[in-house]
């Protein structure tokens, strides 16, 4: 376990839980089924329900971390995952109009947990550990979500869609009471009141603009996440376009978390010591050229060069993403910082679908090369970035007319 020596203890069993409750987390996967069939919705009904669902959900990873700063990661954590859980566990006896509050809530409480949780990694793991840390509970998270869906589509098929809600959200509860016992619970941090600022540090807006380079990141990474997302909607409407069926477009998404959860934990040790945006740069670039390949035309053999492709550029850029970002971070908006990543990396859950299917309707033939040049793009304004930091860096402070760490990012 070389590399993973400096991963505390209360992680390893964090990551254990996120591993079960992501295995019970598979109601996102049915939830368009379940409107549809057992609710009786129509399609257009429910994806609009659906869509305000994925709304929910990506505005709960860009307040849980707000929340975790001021109230603390491990209480928010606690209460949006108990909440999460109980609104889960009813919804099968809500009545219809209810649903369009209660999927939000439930989404928007799994979003908070997100956020939290992936703050309180950042604030339990040193410096210099956090990738190997944040690529464990990722390969936890996929780990489960790989074996959840054929799980839950044999409940939902031997017994009834009811019990998938039920499931998860007992799973949700069961991840609350197993955090309470396994992170310690911990005081406020505490204000320095001889301080200019009390303590209380400069305000999300100026430490962001202190760190040039990370915000060249989270937009790179907003970029990056809508072309990452096609995979979800537009790309297995392009192979049954071409004749592919749904046992091709299964394959390639097993081929996904095949591959992430065989070379994420490598990679990461492997590339623990290389600066971060340079990696982070590479992988976007892989994005770009997954959805190049598909230029090559439709066929098993594109459709599984570009998913290969697609999850090395995931291994590289998520994980080492999520740790830069807890690196940069001053020590009293950990939470913030964490949850304007959580935010970003998933607005593509919502705007995703909604451009890439645009697009297709309307240009077929644009969609993948625009999805190639958008995602390589990203990747070379990020490797930019990195270049003109370590410029600044290695100029003397009399140069630049600020001490080098000021700028870091």
Known sequence: MQGFKDIPRVVWLLAAGVFVNAVVSFTFVFVFLYLTGPRGLGTSEAGLISGIGGVGLVAGNFTGGWYGDRFGHRRVLLAASVVGGLVLSALPLLPLPLLWAALPAAQYASGVVRAANAALVAVTVPEGARRQAFALVRCASNGGFTLGPPIGALVAVGLSYNWLFVADGTGTLLFAVWTARVVPARGAARKDPAAPDGGRGRGTLAELRARPALLALLGAVLVTDVVYRQQYSTFPVFLADHGLDARVFGLVIALNGGVILLLELPAAVALRRRPALPVIGTGMLLVG???????????????????????????????????HVADESPEHAVGRFQSLYAGVSVSGVVLGPTLGGTLYSHAPGMLWPVCAVLAAGAGGVVLWASARQRRHVARPAHETGSQPRAVAG
């Open 289 to 323: 050229a997954a959805h190049a390949v598909l230029l090559l035309g439709p066929g098993i053999g594109t459709a599984v060069a570009m998913m290969v492709l697609l999850s090395l550029g995931e291994i590289l850029y998520k994980t080492t993403a999520t740790a």
